[in-house]
Nanobody, 122 residues
Framework: QVQLVESGGGLVQAGGSLRLSCSAS????????MGWYRQAPGKQRELVAT???????NYADSVKGRFTISRDNAKNMVYLQMNSLKPEDTAVYYC????????????????WGQGTQVTVSS
């Protein structure tokens, strides 16, 4: 079992910045993918950014050039630096971890944090 705890959300003005942190604990394997998703009211949950333990990174088009994801494998933490925030970034942001106990697809396990609210005022 894995537990994820997010922090760093809050209320900021458009153009401002926030840094989200996620701390992972439990049965975490060395090879995994961690990332951030968000869900705005009335919207589907969407991918924001992911990073693998090997360093590969993917961003949603809507945040490219503004957000930066990073991780500290030794501390089992992942971060999301959010700059130039826009009102449309307002959402609950969720930390995510995906890992496999083997290479078999059936062994995939997906874990989520409780979410942290980010509100960007216009």
């Amino acid at each position: 079992q894995v537990q994820l705890v997010e922090s760093g959300g809050g209320l900021v003005q458009a153009g401002g910045s926030l840094r989200l942190s996620c701390s992972a604990s439990g049965s975490i394997f060395s090879i995994n993918t961690m990332g951030w998703y968000r869900q705005a009211p009335g919207k589907q949950r969407e991918l924001v950014a992911t990073t693998t333990s090997g360093g590969n990174i993917n961003y949603a088009d809507s945040v490219k050039g503004r957000f930066t994801i990073s991780r500290d494998n030794a501390k089992n933490m992942v971060y999301l630096q959010m700059n130039s925030l826009k009102p449309e970034d307002t959402a609950v942001y969720y930390c995510n971890l995906v890992q496999r106990i083997t290479l078999a697809a059936a062994s995939r396990r997906d874990y989520w944090g409780q979410g942290t609210q980010v509100t960007v005022s216009s």
